[in-house]
């Protein structure tokens, strides 16, 4: 088990960036995948960006080019680095490791 918590969301304008953060409770050096998911009104949870171990990284083909997903083990964080965002980014965003989920930290993409 590992406690996650989430921070950096917030109001931002088109084409602006925000970088997420997620923070283990523990040490993430051994966990294989961490991911970013994110949940819209009315939508489903869905898959971001995931990131494993050896820090190969995946992402949902709406943000491919556009966000980065990092880790640094010696921190216990994994990061989103979002940029050129939309308002369809617009959404609370939700880091995931070991089956236990972050409560979320909301981005607001709107002029």
């Known amino acids: 088990q590992v406690q996650l918590v989430e921070s950096g969301g917030g109001l931002v304008q088109p084409g602006g960036s925000l970088r997420l953060s997620c923070v283990a409770s523990?040490?993430?050096?051994?966990?294989?995948?961490m991911g970013w998911y994110r949940q819209a009104p009315g939508k489903e949870r869905e898959l971001v960006a995931d990131?494993?171990?050896?820090?190969?990284?995946s992402y949902a083909d709406s943000v491919k080019g556009r966000f980065t997903i990092s880790r640094d083990n010696a921190k216990n964080t994994v990061y989103l680095q979002m940029n050129s965002l939309k308002p369809e980014d617009t959404a609370v965003y939700y880091c995931?490791?070991?089956?236990?989920w972050g409560q979320g930290t909301q981005v607001t993409v709107s002029s």
């Open positions: 523990r040490s993430i050096f051994s966990i294989a995948v």
């Open positions: 995931k490791a070991c089956g236990s």
């Open positions: 990131i494993t171990k050896t820090g190969f990284a």
